[in-house]
Each structure stands twice: as structure tokens, then as C-alpha cells.
């Protein structure tokens, strides 16, 4: 499942514990609270093993990822609100695919996708005068 991709795409008006493995091969800047929609690509032979996908966000700090939410395979995009961590202006994504096997043994999961980072932007502005 190396062919996992992860885009970014902008919408400025519109209402596991992996390493990050990768710089991010996009950036996008967003203010706080504004959604992100991500949108990824796979190798479509191996759907049939694939139970879900999970969207990972990459630790400033620690390093370490998080799994934010799990997607259902028939998805292939997600909406993420942008939030930062404090002291740190980006926020850094990937995504995984999950296949289940048998019990008792654990899930597989994918190598992470390429990383994307949301760059913060300043507050928006709240009051306008004329």
C-alpha cells in the first residue's frame, strides 16, 4: 500500500503511534477552525483487504502520530478542522490504510502516505469598521 497518496485542497469560503516519515510535500495555510478537506488515492487492487483508512496527525512535539479518525474505504475524501499545536505554526497529516486479520492477530497497517502540513494564518478578523 505504498501508493497511498494524500492531497490538499483549499476551501477558504466554504462552511498508532507512526514516525512522520516524510517532509510535507504540500502546504496549505488555513486560519484556525477552518476545514481542510483531504483527499487520497490508493492502489484500487488492494481494496478488497482494506476495512478502513485512518487520518493521522503527525505530533510537533513529540513526534509521535495520532489517529485522528478512521474513514470508511468507500471514502476517499475527509474534512478535518485546522488546529495547531501551541508554539508551533504547522500541523502535519498522513493517512494509513487498515486491513483486519484474523484474530488474535492485530491489524495491519499501511506504510504512512506522503505528509501534508496546514501552515496557521493569524486570527480572522472579527470586527470591521468603516
Not at 506522503?114 to 501552515?119: F, L, S, Y
Request: charged content about 15%; aromatic content about 10%.
Amino acid at each position: 500500500m505504498k501508493n497511498l497518496f494524500l492531497a490538499v485542497l483549499l476551501l477558504l469560503f466554504s462552511s498508532q503511534a507512526f514516525a512522520q516519515t516524510s517532509p510535507p510535500t504540500q502546504v496549505v495555510k488555513k486560519f484556525v477552525g477552518a476545514p481542510t478537506v483531504l483527499k487520497w488515492d490508493y492502489d484500487v487492487a488492494e481494496e478488497t483487504q482494506i476495512t478502513h483508512f485512518n487520518l493521522c496527525w503527525v505530533d510537533d512535539l513529540t513526534k509521535t502520530t495520532i489517529v485522528l479518525k478512521s474513514v470508511p474505504k468507500t471514502d476517499r475524501t475527509t474534512t478535518v478542522a485546522a488546529f495547531y499545536s501551541a508554539g508551533f505554526s504547522l500541523t502535519y497529516f498522513n493517512m494509513v490504510s487498515v486491513k483486519t486479520m484474523t484474530s488474535p492477530a492485530p491489524d495491519e497497517v499501511s506504510d504512512p502516505s506522503n505528509t501534508v502540513a496546514i501552515q496557521r494564518i493569524g486570527k480572522p478578523v472579527t470586527n470591521l469598521r468603516f
